[in-house]
Nanobody
Framework: QLQLVESGGGLVQPGGSLRLSCAAS????????IGWFRQAPGKEREGVSC????????NYADSVKGRFTISRDNAKNTVYLQMNGLKPEDTAVYYC?????????????????WGQGTQVTVSS
């Protein structure tokens, strides 16, 4: 069974930074596109960013472009989401998931093996 574990969340002031990690156990991430999603209270889970299998292609939601950077270290079997310039509206539980489709998208239904999530709270 594929298992992903997110970490790195926390409480940060507006304008601050966090780096989230998504680590895999029992399987290698090399064969999958990896997506980051988030879900705020009362809202649907939305796509934030995706990185392709080899890391050569990335995709970002308009709301995070220029502030968030996704990367992967296949040697460490880990994907990262560097979040800078955080805003209160970024507050949510952040999840990572895998996709084996032909392209890297932000469509939630194309992803599976969701982690348990990590809470990010942006507040002064």
């Amino acid at each position: 069974q594929l298992q992903l574990v997110e970490s790195g969340g926390g409480l940060v002031q507006p304008g601050g930074s966090l780096r989230l990690s998504c680590a895999a156990s029992r399987f290698t991430l090399d064969y999958y596109h990896i997506g980051w999603f988030r879900q705020a209270p009362g809202k649907e889970r939305e796509g934030v960013s995706c990185i392709s299998k080899g890391g050569g292609s990335t995709n970002y939601a308009d709301s995070v472009k220029g502030r968030f950077t996704i990367s992967r270290d296949n040697a460490k079997n880990t994907v990262y989401l560097q979040m800078n310039g955080l805003k209160p509206e970024d507050t949510a539980v952040y999840y990572c998931a895998v996709s084996s489709t032909g392209f890297c998208s932000l469509t939630r239904t194309l992803f599976g093996s969701w982690g348990q999530g990590t809470q990010v709270t942006v507040s002064s």
